[in-house]
T-cell receptor, first 116, second 114 residues
Framework: AQTVTQSQPEMSVQEAETVTLSCTYD???????LFWYKQPPSRQMILVIR??????QNATENRFSVNFQKAAKSFSLKISDSQLGDAAMYFC?????????????FGTGTRLTIIP | GAVVSQHPSWVICKSGTSVKIECRSL??????MFWYRQFPKQSLMLMAT?????????EQGVEKDKFLINHASLTLSTLTVTSAHPEDSSFYIC??????????FGPGTRLTVT
């Protein structure tokens, strides 16, 4: 079974600065997908970014980028120019690429606080 | 991405009664929907995978007779908590799988059993 580990329960960053959230995972599969989801106080889960394991290029979405290290099974999220609206719980998630196996496995989350 | 709604957003029920939570995919035909449970300050735990027109697949440890899931159409899945007890109080979230491999989530339903 796959596992996802987020070793930072809480992080804080000054507004406009850059912060990196860590995620590692364990799998025996070679093809899979990785995601970062954000859960603000409203508790609505919002997709931040996704990465296909077969792609070597790191995904980027505006201020959000990932550092995907497949051999190390590491998938960190970098938030640049942090904004107050970035304050939330961030969950790393894994999904197999196998057809019919669409389950997401989540990490325990990192609570990000933005300091004005 | 897909737009997913849940109803109700918050429900309070008495111990021993049953409560139904609806999950609707508003702009996407979903053959598969997922139901999660989230306790305060914890991560999401998958309860079951709901497949349109067939029986749901439950995760290990989830009582299928207590958490009844029905996926009657491509846009609607329901979760019924039967004979609810205070320990069933939690935040229940549904999601829809998309053609791009990610899942889109509903806003969640807070269940309080008194």
């Amino acid at each position: 079974a796959q596992t996802v580990t987020q070793s930072q329960p809480e992080m804080s960053v000054q507004e406009a600065e850059t912060v990196t959230l860590s995620c590692t995972y364990d799998t025996s599969e070679s093809d899979y997908y990785l995601f970062w989801y954000k859960q603000p106080p409203s508790r609505q889960m919002i997709l931040v970014i996704r990465q296909e394991a077969y792609k070597q290029q790191n995904a980027t979405e505006n201020r959000f980028s990932v550092n995907f290290q497949k051999a190390a099974k590491s998938f960190s999220l970098k938030i640049s120019d942090s904004q107050l609206g970035d304050a939330a719980m961030y969950f790393c998630a894994y999904r197999s690429a196998d057809f019919g196996n669409e389950k997401l496995t989540f990490g325990t989350g990192t609570r990000l606080t933005i300091i004005p | 991405g897909a737009v997913v709604s849940q109803h109700p957003s918050w429900v309070i029920c008495k111990s021993g009664t049953s409560v139904k939570i609806e999950c609707r995919s508003l702009d996407f035909q979903a053959t598969t929907m997922f139901w999660y449970r989230q306790f305060p300050k914890q991560s999401l735990m998958l309860m079951a995978t709901s497949n349109e027109g067939s029986k749901a697949t439950y995760e290990q440890g989830v009582e299928k007779d207590k958490f009844l899931i029905n996926h009657a159409s491509l846009t609607l899945s329901t979760l019924t908590v039967t004979s609810a007890h205070p320990e069933d109080s939690s935040f229940y979230i549904c999601s829809v799988g998309s053609e791009y491999y990610e899942q889109y989530f509903g806003p969640g339903t807070r269940l309080t059993v008194t």
